[in-house]
């Protein structure tokens, strides 16, 4: 990463720079093969293998055929496209849905835009270490439940849910299961039949791809899943999403998404040590602790309280460490992490608590320099 010794980045669940081999695979797409995916003439038939290509790479990670990946501006339109879709389609079997307190605000929001259409959604409380208890959602599934949408890895905590017991549970309840697996597609292996996951959303930024391109993953085998179109005009993509490609950015996600898949071992092994490294010395502050379960989660995340400290203050005196207090995607917002909140911590305990996200191009000496200046501050 250019400038380290000057400017430490982590607050890789926020964002992740793009990798350069990405970068530059995608340049050409700007240039001289800018052609539109859909023409019929050589320029566009060149594009358009480039974007097939790119489906098949992010097939390949999770685990898909390459006609079940719909490409999307990113995951917060994925999730909307799918859990709007299900609800228009599946209502004649019933009109609950059920889903974790702790989710991404695009499905929290999309979810209560759907109550006021006449759905009915069940909001799952979690534990203290953030995981949900599979005896109260077993409860809480019903013969008119249409779908059970439940995101693999928390972007706050790193928190890793039962994922494979839940979709069991939600099929054999006959209901759809969806899973938001931003933070989770490229850091941990994921296989949507092993898993049970119908629906599937990702966004290129959270795998050192580019910003504004993501893909929707539809069963189309076993259970084969039906949605309408949320966006008309073209009949791009199946028809579900219309509007000219973003070939640059397919071709970015593409390659991102095989990089994890060769790749995606090193990291793991690198990252976690960082990680630990991080946390060995930032829990020898007095009354710290972690939040979430520390066996169940991501990686590359820590979510560290530091009592009676308020993570803003903190991080207003760090001119040159990137960290977060909570997710980027609503941290115009203040007020405490709902997901904070759902694991029973207290107004001050969620004001005092950091995340911090590791990445692909960090080392040890990031980490070691961020400990001393957050000792200090501290």
């Known amino acids: 990463m250019v400038n380290q010794v000057q400017f430490i980045y982590l607050d890789n669940n926020s964002t992740t720079p793009v990798d350069p081999r990405v970068l530059n695979t995608m340049l050409p797409y700007f240039t001289n093969n800018f052609a539109n995916a859909n023409s019929t003439h050589l320029f566009g038939l060149n594009a358009f293998e480039a974007v097939k290509n790119a489906r098949k790479q992010v097939a390949e990670l999770i685990g898909a055929d390459s006609n079940e990946i719909i490409f999307t501006s990113g995951a917060t339109e994925a999730i909307n496209l799918a859990i709007k879709g299900v609800a228009e389609n599946y209502s004649g079997k019933g009109k609950h849905i059920l889903t974790v307190s702790t989710e991404h605000p695009a499905v929290l929001d999309t979810c209560r835009y759907l109550e006021t259409k006449g759905f009915e959604v069940t909001y799952l409380p979690v534990l203290s270490d953030g995981l ?12 008119d439940t249409i779908l059970v949408s439940v995101m693999l890895a928390n972007n706050e ?16 309840a006959g209901a759809i299961f969806m899973s938001d697996t931003t933070q989770a597609i490229g850091k941990i292996p994921i296989d949507v039949d092993n898993l049970g996951i119908d629906i599937l959303c990702a966004s290129g930024h959270k795998i050192y791809g580019p910003k504004g391109v993501g893909a929707l993953y539809l069963r189309q085998r076993m259970n084969r ?11 791009h993509e199946r028809g579900l999403r219309s509007g000219t490609l973003n070939v640059p950015g397919i071709v970015g996600l593409g390659l991102a998404c095989e990089i994890s898949t060769k790749e995606m071992i ?25 939040n979430g379960n520390q066996v169940n989660r991501i990686f590359n995340v820590t979510s560290i309280c530091f009592p009676g400290i308020e993570a803003s203050v903190i991080i207003g005196k760090m001119k040159n460490i990137a960290v977060s207090n909570g997710s980027a995607c609503s941290s115009s917002i203040e007020k405490p992490s709902h997901v904070l909140k759902a694991m029973n911590l207290t107004d001050n305990e969620a004001y005092s608590t950091l995340r911090l996200s590791l990445g692909r191009f960090n080392d040890e000496e990031d980490v070691i320099q961020a400990c001393k200046i957050l000792k200090s501050i501290i």
């Open 132 to 143: 949900i208890d599979l005896a109260v959602l077993e409860q809480a599934l019903r013969a």
């Open 157 to 172: 905590t790193g928190v890793i849910q039962s994922i494979k017991d839940i979709s069991e549970m939600a099929h054999k």
């Open 266 to 290: 090193y990291d793991i092994e690198k990252i976690t040590k960082l990680r630990n490294i991080l946390e060995v010395e930032l829990l020898k502050k007095p009354k710290s602790f972690i």
């Open 225 to 235: 899943i039906k949605i309408p179109a949320l966006i008309h005009g073209g009949g």
